[in-house]
């Protein structure tokens, strides 16, 4: 009779350390609040003390354009009577070049979301499993197990897992601060490529994510430009990952690393790739659609081959480059969803000024980066954490705590706006609005009114207790915030 | 070169074997009735064009699936958000209640054990990423897919090593070979994890006996490994026999809920019985709740696209048309394979008796020059560049014995079907060995009817229908 502790050891045995490992990420912070979320979702009239999902970076803001197209034009669908007589050629139709009607709407799309500023090969246009299988793809062509990308901080928590997991490649990080508005410098920039030598790990690129998730920064030309020179200089790769270039608005521009490669004599461009997505920039992360696009050949021709793991349904290919050819569609959907953006956005920062809470200003991305530094009770990621916690059990929104985007610096939160409408937001912000006031009432004076202010003081008090107990239920496989996952010899070195 | 990846930089995608070739050569030179008559004919290609009329009379008549609706109202903005990796609810079980009835019901599977992928070769990566270290192995009977090549050992460096088949014995898996696979990986100091099998098998187009189901279940009970059951031809299955999965044989050995029954795992697709490769529909299917949980979160490299699980959901609940298509796509095979097996007769080859998949296991050993694979190759150059066929050569499915391809028939219409064949009897009059087979062709028929009705025999012997074969 074997007993149940070396059954499950053998087990574990019976699996690759892969499956029976973390690598996964999803111990950390980040889907924890999701659990919180799914556990008790927000809803205006069924749920209305549920939690608002502040945490995902969902553009939902034009779904209504898309969904009239769509009614208005069923012969992209290969499944209506107007389309049904494409059904079986689609259906067969399992190339890893993909659709050249595909290829040649994605480019033309990418031209003009970078106002038309560059063009792009629609021949050099490589599908994936969304985004997410781009990066996983591109680390596999770029770097064998063992090597480093260096990523700026804060950077998607995603990237631990879609660039680590499966091929064994590190992650270094690039701090970066709030000090100068978190730009990536070059001085930050050497000092990672330098950490990495002396923990022996080869350096094979820099990732960088323009415009930036969690910051809603976009790069200048001068910074682009730095960071191409240095890539160049030390002949390591630049991927750009470029997930966001439509959702720039108001003053904000979007410069892509496909304009400035234009301008830099010199420049070694097998080393540069870009990964995009029509995930966010038109809200259609379910259709999986997700595209490298390298100027480098070799990696172009295994990309396609490796792109067999990962292909876009050819019934999506087909929808997609009947949708992406409508340029009279393309061009009203792109200023609608600015202009939508911009809305949404001012509504939320308006809000959060009226509060006297921070935020970093930017104007791009699909969420805030919110400054409650000054809300912490020590500048630790500990503090962090617990005010989470009472951010997404008590206040009921889950927003993103920056511990879990690697942020150099507690306090700093994500929040995301572009998956609400109206009215949920304006709860959001009222939720806000008396959290900050009961906090407010905290640090007031015991004065004219002893019982009530006593009185209000115990209910905060007990609210802490159950934060406390909270941290015990989480304790079990919870990791330290800002390391997800057993970290790399540089973050460990770091704290 | 050291910029790249030595996955880049090696040819582990396996793309320069003849398999792929010949596909390469095709693409300059396709056959069209009309403006390409002389142009090359792809039976290199294990696809399934037969039914499609179909699923497109279904299309006609469930307008909301079609259009993605859901009681006449758009659910696309609904559609789009959804990127849940455990995939659609309604979906898996439609998928679960599919793979059932391709099982005469005799088996269940439950769609929470179901995790999706986009196609089986993303299925099979993720299980390797899921059961394998790198240089870990596998063990394959040969003949196998090509692309196993690629799939299981690309990017996860783990290793195949083949379990000998012969055409002595019709290609069967006996206890023999899987011992000497075995044996021949600690020779090679290399950790076995599994076995990997096609079932119904690719390029064989043969179901495995249960006499060799209950062979594999016994190997990796006593081996303690695990079992990948690839069951992508399930509903192609179109000979007298059925289907014996390797759930079956779990569930008549009462080994259910047992530990083994954790380590058997199915792989499945719909590229082939419904002929929609294109849409990247794939799923694997464990009962290890760690496997099933670290392949649903590996599924975010490979998601079917929420469009195509919503119409494809509404598509496999319909039992009415689920269980017409089945019957009528078995109909429609069995009558394409009678029709390319007796004009390979008339040519003189013989092929091995199949009784499922797109594809027969064609004899061609008596073309070759020498019994060796460089006169395989040179045949095959011949037939490809010559003849204007594009068939698969034994060799790049890594058979042991020269002389043997694989000729797809399910993949064009009847007419080409017998175009190819025509070309295929002139060529083979063409050489010594034609011409001597219409010198004796009355002596050459006899005695190939006989040894096409041995063959049959012999594998009625080792099928189910002996009562007492258990």
């Known amino acids: 009779m074997v007993s149940l502790a070396t059954e499950k050891k053998q087990d574990l045995n019976l699996l690759s350390r892969i499956a029976s490992g973390d690598g996964h990420g999803e111990n950390s912070s980040y889907f924890e609040g999701w659990k919180a979320y799914e556990e008790n979702p927000f809803h205006p009239i069924d749920r209305p003390d549920g939690v608002i999902q502040m945490g995902l970076a969902e553009n939902q803001l034009c779904g209504d354009l898309m969904r009239k197209w769509v009614i208005e034009h069923p012969e992209a669908s290969i499944c209506t009577e107007q389309g049904v007589n494409q059904f079986s050629d689609i259906a067969i139709f399992q190339d890893y070049h993909g659709l050249p009607e595909f290829r040649q709407a994605v480019a033309k799309f990418m031209e003009k979301t970078r106002n038309n500023r560059v063009k792009f090969d629609p021949d050099r246009i490589v599908m994936s499993g969304g985004a997410t299988g781009a990066h996983e793809t591109v680390a596999f062509c770029l770097a064998n197990p063992g090597d480093g990308f260096l990523v700026p901080t804060p950077y998607y928590p995603g990237f631990d897992r879609d660039l680590r997991w499966r091929t064994g490649v590190n992650l270094v990080p690039v701090t970066c601060h709030s000090s100068d508005g978190f730009k990536i410098t070059v001085e930050a920039l050497e000092d990672a490529y330098e950490k990495a030598l002396l923990s022996n790990i080869p350096v094979k690129g820099l990732?960088?994510?323009?415009?930036?998730?969690?910051?809603?920064?976009?790069?200048?030309?001068?910074?682009?430009?730095?960071?191409?020179?240095?890539?160049?200089?030390?002949?390591?790769?630049?991927?750009?990952?470029?997930?966001?270039?439509?959702?720039?608005?108001?003053?904000?521009?979007?410069?892509?690393?496909?304009?400035?490669?234009?301008?830099?004599?010199?420049?070694?461009?097998?080393?540069?790739?870009?990964?995009?997505?029509?995930?966010?920039?038109?809200?259609?992360?379910?259709?999986?659609?997700?595209?490298?696009?390298?100027?480098?050949?070799?990696?172009?021709?295994?990309?396609?081959?490796?792109?067999?793991?990962?292909?876009?349904?050819?019934?999506?290919?087909?929808?997609?480059?009947?949708?992406?050819?409508?340029?009279?569609?393309?061009?009203?959907?792109?200023?609608?969803?600015?202009?939508?953006?911009?809305?949404?956005?001012?509504?939320?920062?308006?809000?959060?000024?009226?509060?006297?809470?921070?935020?970093?200003?930017?104007?791009?991305g699909l969420f805030l980066w919110m400054d409650l530094r000054n809300l912490l009770k020590t500048a630790t990621f500990d503090s962090e954490t617990e005010?989470?916690?009472?951010?997404?059990?008590?206040?009921?929104?889950?927003?993103?705590?920056?511990?879990?985007?690697h942020c150099h610096e507690p306090g700093w939160f994500r929040v995301c706006f572009a998956n609400m409408d109206h009215k949920t937001m304006e709860t959001a912000l009222e939720r806000i609005r008396v959290f900050t006031s009961q906090l407010e009432e905290e640090t007031k004076p015991v004065a004219a009114a002893p019982m009530m202010a006593k009185k209000k003081k115990k209910c905060w008090q007990s609210n802490l207790r159950l934060s406390f107990s909270d941290k015990r239920r989480f304790d079990d496989g919870f990791f330290s915030p800002h390391s997800p996952v057993p970290p790399s010899p540089l973050v460990r070195a770091q704290t | 070169m050291k910029q790249l990846s030595t996955k880049v930089t090696s040819n582990g995608h396996g793309q320069d074997s003849s398999y792929f070739l010949g596909w390469e050569e095709y693409e300059k030179n396709p056959y069209d009735e009309i403006t390409n008559p002389n142009g090359?004919?792809?039976?290199?290609?294990?696809?399934?064009?037969?039914?499609?009329?179909?699923?497109?009379?279904?299309?006609?008549?469930?307008?909301?699936?079609?259009?993605?609706?859901?009681?006449?109202?758009?659910?696309?903005?609904?559609?789009?958000?959804?990127?849940?990796?455990?995939?659609?609810?309604?979906?898996?079980?439609?998928?679960?209640?599919?793979?059932?009835?391709?099982?005469?019901?005799?088996?269940?599977?439950?769609?929470?054990?179901?995790?999706?992928?986009?196609?089986?070769?993303?299925?099979?990566?993720?299980?390797m990423f899921c059961l394998a270290e790198p240089g870990d192995a596998f063990l394959l009977p040969t003949p196998y897919y090509p692309g196993f090549d690629r799939d299981l050992k690309w990017r996860t460096g783990a290793e195949i090593l083949p379990i000998h088949c012969s055409s002595s014995n019709g290609f069967q898996i006996t206890e023999a070979a899987l011992q000497q696979a075995y044996q021949q990986a600690q020779k090679l100091d290399l950790k076995v994890k599994g076995v990997l099998v096609t079932n119904p098998s690719n390029p064989l187009g043969t179901a495995l006996t249960r006499r060799e189901l209950n062979l594999l279940v016994d190997f990796i009970t006593?081996?303690?490994?695990?079992?990948?059951?690839?069951?992508?031809?399930?509903?192609?299955?179109?000979?007298?026999?059925?289907?014996?999965?390797?759930?079956?044989v779990l569930k008549d050995k009462k080994l259910e809920n047992t530990e083994v029954s954790k380590r058997v795992h199915v792989v499945y697709s719909l590229s082939k019985d419904l002929g929609l490769p294109g849409f990247r529909v794939?799923?694997?299917?464990?009962?290890?709740?760690?496997?099933?949980?670290?392949?649903?979160?590996?599924?975010?490299?490979?998601?079917?696209?929420?469009?195509?699980?919503?119409?494809?959901?509404?598509?496999?609940?319909?039992?009415?048309?689920?269980?017409?298509?089945?019957?009528?796509?078995?109909?429609?095979?069995?009558?394409?394979?009678?029709?390319?097996?007796?004009?390979?007769?008339?040519?003189?080859?013989?092929?091995?008796?199949?009784?499922?998949?797109l594809f027969c296991w064609v004899d061609m050993r008596h073309l070759l020059d020498t019994n060796t694979f460089e006169a395989e190759l040179e045949l095959w150059k011949k037939i490809v560049y010559n003849v204007k066929l594009n068939i698969s050569p034994g060799s790049s499915c890594h058979c042991t014995e020269p002389g043997w391809f694989r000729v797809c028939f399910a993949n064009m219409s009847e007419d080409t079907l017998d175009l190819a064949l025509k070309r295929l009897k002139t060529f083979v009059e063409s050489t010594d060995c034609g011409r001597m087979i219409s010198r004796s062709s009355h002596e050459r028929l006899k005695s190939l009817r006989k040894k096409t009705v041995s063959n049959w025999v012999f594998r009625v012997s080792w099928s189910d229908r002996v009562p007492d074969e258990r």
């Open chain 1, 207 to 364: 990732l960088m994510t323009n415009p930036s998730n969690p910051l809603g920064t976009t790069l200048d030309r001068e910074c682009l430009k730095s960071l191409v020179n240095f890539t160049n200089e030390k002949r390591i790769h630049l991927i750009a990952d470029e997930i966001y270039a439509a959702t720039t608005f108001g003053q904000s521009e979007f410069i892509s690393v496909a304009e400035v490669i234009e301008e830099i004599e010199d420049c070694n461009r097998d080393l540069i790739h870009i990964v995009y997505s029509l995930s966010k920039d038109m809200g259609l992360p379910g259709f999986r659609v997700g595209i490298i696009y390298s100027y480098n050949d070799r990696v172009v021709q295994i990309a396609r081959k490796m792109s067999s793991f990962g292909l876009v349904s050819s019934q999506t290919q087909r929808l997609i480059a009947k949708m992406l050819s409508d340029e009279d569609f393309v061009d009203e959907f792109i200023r609608e969803s600015k202009l939508r953006l911009a809305a949404r956005h001012k509504e939320l920062t308006t809000g959060l000024d009226g509060l006297g809470i921070g935020w970093l200003k930017a104007e791009a």
């Open chain 1, 387 to 405: 005010l989470w916690r009472v951010i997404v059990h008590q206040v009921k929104l889950n927003v993103s705590p920056g511990g879990s985007f």
């Open chain 2, 40 to 127: 090359m004919i792809q039976m290199g290609l294990a696809e399934n064009q037969l039914c499609f009329d179909l699923i497109e009379s279904w299309l006609a008549k469930n307008p909301d699936a079609a259009s993605l609706k859901r009681n006449g109202q758009s659910i696309f903005k609904e559609l789009a958000l959804f990127q849940d990796y455990h995939g659609m609810p309604e979906f898996k079980k439609a998928m679960a209640e599919f793979m059932e009835e391709i099982r005469g019901n005799r088996v269940t599977f439950d769609p929470k054990k179901i995790v999706l992928a986009a196609g089986s070769t993303s299925a099979n990566e993720t299980l």
């Open chain 2, 222 to 248: 006593s081996k303690n490994i695990h079992l990948i059951s690839d069951e992508i031809y399930s509903g192609t299955m179109f000979g007298f026999e059925q289907f014996i999965s390797v759930m079956d």
């Open chain 2, 282 to 357: 794939g799923a694997i299917y464990s009962n290890d709740e760690m496997i099933v949980s670290a392949a649903t979160k590996m599924s975010s490299f490979g998601l079917v696209s929420s469009q195509t699980q919503y119409l494809l959901s509404a598509l496999l609940s319909d039992k009415k048309f689920t269980s017409q298509y089945l019957e009528e796509n078995q109909k429609r095979l069995k009558s394409r394979q009678r029709r390319l097996v007796s004009g390979l007769e008339a040519a003189g080859i013989t092929s091995l008796r199949s009784n499922a998949g």
